[in-house]
């Protein structure tokens, strides 16, 4: 029988297309999310938003919130319990009568059900003393910095002479793209049941978090308790995008409460609260030099990056960090400047600076193979280099020629005219775009228990977060496999800060990490019932592993994933609607740990990069300090109608220098190309280039009216 038709039947070696071991609890309502916890005396708490975009509370008149039937208290800063400073700003909730932005948290109403804690925060009456704001991103805004760090990585990096080299170079493109802010929007909104125990001072939060670990720590910390005080419980989780990738305000609020009113206390943050008080996609100001030999080398590359941060907290999008990486240039510059404004703080969404970044870097080389007259899929080619730009280091492996090959021969690239606006139907221009990806490989140290049971089976236990992605399934293969045993023997525990602790489920990590963790605890297992004899006892056996010292040490290798986009798309010339009428993707990202949970990730991610495309965009109200599209009536994420038939494949590869399964992560890369694509699409078809997303009608219909 050939090897995947045993792994099909089987379903116990690493790469089989193994259904998701949870979809029956979710599919029939018995998954419990955060707010779905009905403890006994459970009550409802409703936050009330700060109405103004800078200042101070100067008093908060709850009279008539307390007249309403069922509210039991009102917290203000005035009453709230004191906590500890966090690190993380954005959790000093309720502790002063600072307002930073608008929508920050200024009141908490708790009442017997939700209809009243809701009804009572609007019946909040908060005066403020107001100050001069600023919330508009400029690209030369006086108060710019460049800071020392953009998410964890230099601001600046220079090689060579880039300046100079651009002066120099025979073919040159100087061009500007903008994106945007964005917002996560997961399909569960931010969510918190807080249960205090004050006869033993035990916290117990149930909590919509992608990494339970870490809320654990940080209100421990935050409200004075060791951490084996504080029981964190995220069995499922409504997906994150990021923005629960540390806490948020949802889950010191309902502590906060849970705390003053002695009762269980749920928060469930309405979506229309998530844009400001969760984290965003901070909008990118793009200045992109290319210089090239007129045979199409890249001679410098030069990516300057701008965009703002909150005063609350420093968060910088690392938009210029792929030019690092992607192509050979003698001559490299990315940079970033940052400006604080009194804005919601941004923070981590999908695939944080190689989202805006590539989507820039991808449109700009499109631009120099029209310059070139070349091709855009061989420009990219040409420019393949030998190692890794920025550091020098040789590449763990490096497939995204393979990529570009197996798309375009999938895609059928070779027939396409290379001329643009040269394909109609009535009043629909056709047009096709590609656009490379890549997405860095990271794993952190996680812990992990393995147990064999006297009945044959075996249970892995770590407090990894399910975030929709399929984790418990993929670890369970990740067992099976080292254990030799059927995956039906193997059952996985997550999400409960009980169990072995492991690392966030974050920057496409999540696997990686827990699975090398896995891997080890099961390795040992295994090793330890081949030599033992006669049943086990009544407890059965158990090893454990921590990666400690082995997954976060340095690595002599560049590691990253790689991938290539093509889009078709057909632009109508009356309405200015831009229909995608096939997505692509070929992916080179390590071993596939399991077909089918892979595949949704990759197209799940495309589909959010046509929606950055086409669809998403925020926009900050001068006046008023707010997002103007705060729900989903008005941040249009694409519908089915919106989506066509999309197409996610990968390439063999295999890659000894990741983790002890050869696997990259996936659930970021098929984001970062779409966008570019889409955009290269829409040029190709029009012969308009257009800079800013997203691509509407208006846009559009007004670059069409100026050719």
Not at 140 to 154: K, L, R
Not at 313 to 341: G, I, K, N
Request: with cysteine; charged share 20%; net charge negative.
């Amino acid at each position: 029988m050939p090897q995947e038709d045993t792994m099909a039947r089987t379903g116990t070696a690493l790469g089989a297309p193994a259904e998701r071991r949870e979809g029956r609890e979710k599919v029939t309502g018995r998954a419990r999310y955060a707010a779905e916890h009905h403890l006994p005396g459970r009550v409802h708490a409703w936050p009330v938003p700060a109405t103004v975009a800078r200042g101070r509370v100067t008093s908060v008149d709850d009279a008539a919130a307390r007249q309403v039937p069922g509210v039991l208290d009102v917290l203000t800063h005035e009453n709230a319990p004191r906590l500890a400073e966090p690190e993380d700003a954005t959790l000093a909730v309720l502790q002063n009568p600072r307002v930073p932005h608008r929508g920050w948290f200024v009141a908490l109403v708790v009442a017997d059900t939700l209809e009243a804690a809701r009804a009572g925060a609007r019946a909040v009456r908060v005066t403020y003393d107001t100050e001069e704001h600023d919330v508009t991103l400029r690209p030369e805004h006086p108060g710019g910095y460049e800071p020392e760090e953009a998410n964890g990585q230099p601001a600046r990096t220079e090689h060579g002479h880039p300046e100079g080299a651009f002066a120099a170079a025979p073919v040159r493109v100087d061009t500007a793209y903008r994106v945007p802010p964005l917002h996560n929007h997961p399909m569960e909104p931010h969510a918190t049941t807080a249960h205090w125990d004050r006869a033993r001072d035990r916290l117990t939060l149930y909590t919509s978090s992608q990494g339970g670990t870490t809320v654990r720590s940080v209100l421990a910390g935050m409200f004075d308790l060791p951490e084996d005080h504080v029981t964190v419980v995220a069995e499922h989780v409504g997906g994150g995008f990021g923005s629960k990738g540390t806490p948020r305000p949802d889950v010191v609020l309902a502590a906060l409460a849970a705390r003053h009113t002695g009762r269980p206390v749920t928060v469930n943050l309405p979506r229309k609260y998530l844009a400001a008080v969760v984290g965003h996609r901070a909008p990118t100001l793009h200045r992109l030099r290319l210089g090239a030999t007129a045979d199409g080398r890249l001679t410098t590359l030069l990516h300057e990056v701008t965009t703002y941060t909150s005063r609350v907290r420093e968060f910088v999008e690392s938009a210029a960090a792929p030019a690092r990486v992607m192509y050979a240039s003698p001559h490299l510059l990315t940079a970033h400047r940052v400006v604080p404004l009194d804005v919601p703080g941004p923070s981590w969404m999908r695939a944080p600076g190689e989202a805006p970044g590539m989507y820039a870097l991808e449109s700009a080389m499109d631009e120099l193979a029209d310059a070139l007259g070349e091709d855009p899929v061989e420009l990219r080619i040409r420019n393949e280099p030998d190692a890794e730009p920025d550091s020098g280091k040789p590449f763990s492996s490096r497939h995204l020629v393979e990529c570009l090959r197996e798309g375009a021969r999938r895609f059928d690239w070779a027939h396409r005219d290379p001329h643009s606006a040269a394909r109609s139907e009535g009043p629909l221009l056709i047009g096709t775009g590609v656009a490379a990806a890549t997405y860095p490989v990271v794993v952190f140290p996680s812990t992990a228990a393995a147990h064999a049971l006297p009945d044959g089976t075996f249970v892995v236990r770590l407090n990894a977060a399910d975030i929709g992605t399929g984790a418990r399934t993929v670890l369970a293969q990740v067992a099976a496999d080292a254990l030799r045993v059927p995956l039906d023997r193997v059952r996985t525990e997550v999400g409960h800060s009980d169990l072995p602790s492991a690392s966030l489920a974050g920057g496409s990590s999540g696997t990686a990490s827990w699975g090398w963790a896995v891997h080890e605890a099961c390795t040992r297992l295994a090793e330890r019932l081949a030599g033992h004899t006669g049943p086990l006892p009544g407890t059965g056996l158990v090893e454990r592993a921590d990666t400690t010292g082995r997954a976060d040490a340095d690595s002599p290798y560049a590691r990253h994933a790689f991938g290539a986009h093509f889009a078709e798309v057909a632009v109508d010339t009356v309405t200015g609607e831009v229909r995608v009428r096939r997505l692509l993707g070929v992916y080179a990202a390590g071993r596939i740990l399991n077909a089918r949970t892979a595949r949704s990730q990759f197209v799940g991610a495309m589909t959010m990069g046509l929606g950055m495309a086409l669809t998403e965009g925020s926009t900050m109200d001068a006046a008023f300090g707010d997002f103007t599209e705060s729900d989903l009536a008005s941040y249009h994420v694409p519908a089915h109608a919106d989506v066509p038939d999309i197409e996610a494949h990968w390439i063999e590869e295999d890659d000894p220098h990741l983790n002890p399964m050869g696997s990259k992560g996936i659930g970021e890369i098929g984001i970062v190309g779409t966008a570019a694509a889409i955009g290269n699409a829409v040029h190709h078809a029009t012969g308009v280039r257009l800079r800013e997303l997203p691509l509407t009608p208006d846009r559009v219909l007004t670059g069409l009216a100026g050719l």
